[in-house]
């Protein structure tokens, strides 16, 4: 029998990392644990490649593991322990690792001697690529505004946010940036926050957002663009809603449904209409996503962290093909299963209909006819006994 494909990598809290065969609904453990600990939980996923054959797994004590898609094993590990910070994101720039620490600290590895170091400012959430200009980074997180970084140039940022105007009440709007990406084709990006604002920046315009509005009332956490869409993201919050955003509008299109707890991870597929999810609720989930129809929900177990969707994907036809030896074993078991069935029809043939017909109000039927004589004798009996007992009692006394 064939290894499965794996469409979906997803990781877990406990440093499980799961392959799913969504098509099939089948998933398996790529590697194993002796210990559930903390600080082997796995954060961050990337490719290792352009071709998808490597992926890169992040875990929370800032050691990364390189793992061979089509080998199926671990090629390597490699620590890159900065500090007691957890490591919120994991790149591959040209060959090279990029770690971001919640610290703050974001370093370009050629080696683990020999790095480019990058202070992005205290409570780090996010780091995304510009996949147009790989040098290019952005990063985030709480009280931390949006900064743009060259790693070819990482002594200070070449673009940082200003927060937006005062509220009604003239108090300072709090920052807390929890995703960010790039829109595609653009130097422009979409960030989300824990105050569950999407915002819009566009560096060569202004440094204060050009399109700022709320989704819903809880934190966005998970965020990602579709194909080349330069205006449509789709959204995730803490309380499982996950939307189809229009920033032209600047409002949600549409809405899918069936979660039963926090999104922590998005991802479109490169070509096909579809999205993946998953989170608290420990299923990965499938969408389509102009029809919004769930397609695919496979449980996993674990509390899942985030996912990376591969362009590999088995459609729905050669799925129906590989159940054409199912329906041909199912043809052949007919035959042998004929002459059991002629048998049973004779049997049915033969049993007497019972014809039964609907009882008017008032109208008695025999039955119910029946059972009244039955109860007006059995009456009688009772007074005959009455009589002969008083009778006797009679005797008694005199």
């Known amino acids: 029998m064939a290894a499965p494909i794996h469409n979906v990598f997803v990781a877990s809290e406990i440093g499980l990392l799961k392959g799913v065969s969504v098509p099939k609904s089948r998933w398996e453990n790529i590697n ?21 054959t490597t992926m890169c797994l992040g875990l929370k004590c800032q050691k990364v593991k390189t793992y061979d898609t089509n080998k199926k094993e671990f090629l390597e590990e490699k620590d890159f322990h900065i500090d007691e910070g957890r490591l919120r994101e994991l790149l591959k720039v040209e060959g090279n690792f990029v770690t971001a620490s919640s610290t703050g600290v974001v370093r370009l ?19 995304t690529q510009n996949h147009a200009m790989p040098h290019v980074l952005a990063t985030g ?26 509220d009604w009440l003239n108090l300072r709007v709090p920052v807390w940036v929890i995703q960010t990406r790039f829109l595609p084709q653009s130097e422009k990006l979409v960030t989300t926050t824990g105050h569950h604002q999407i915002r819009v920046y566009d560096p060569k315009a202004q440094r204060r957002p050009v399109l700022d509005f709320p989704y819903d009332e809880y934190p966005i956490t998970a965020l990602s663009t579709w194909g080349n869409q330069d205006n449509k993201v789709i959204v995730g919050n803490t309380h499982g809603q996950m939307a189809l955003i229009d920033l032209r509008k600047g409002a949600m299109v549409q809405q899918y449904k069936g979660f039963a707890g926090g999104i922590r991870c998005i991802q479109c597929h490169e070509s096909q209409p579809l999205v993946a999810s998953c989170g608290l609720d420990r299923f ?11 397609l695919h929900k496979v449980y996993l177990k674990s509390k899942l962290n985030c996912l990376l969707f591969s362009r590999k994907w088995e459609s729905e036809e050669k799925k129906d093909i590989g159940n054409v030896d199912k329906v041909s074993n199912m043809v052949g078991n007919e035959e042998e299963g004929v002459e059991f069935e002629e048998e049973d029809e004779n049997m049915w043939e033969k049993m007497e209909v019972v014809q039964t017909r609907t009882k008017r109000k008032g109208e008695l039927l025999e039955d119910d006819i029946s059972e009244l004589k039955r109860k007006k004798t059995q009456g009688k009996k009772n007074k005959s006994i009455e009589k002969i007992a008083k009778k006797e009692k009679k005797k008694q006394r005199s």
């Open 284 to 294: 990965l989930r499938v969408h389509d996503l102009e029809t919004r129809e769930l």
């Open 141 to 166: 997180g709480k009280e931390n505004e949006l900064k743009i970084w060259n790693l070819e140039a990482p002594e200070k940022p070449t673009f940082q946010a200003k927060n937006v105007k005062n």
């Open 32 to 52: 194993t644990i002796e210990e559930a600990k903390k600080e082997n939980e796995i954060s961050a996923l990337c490719w290792g490649n352009d071709d998808q």
């Open 109 to 127: 590895w050629k080696d683990v001697e020999d790095f480019t170091e990058i202070q992005a400012g205290k409570d780090l959430y996010c780091m």
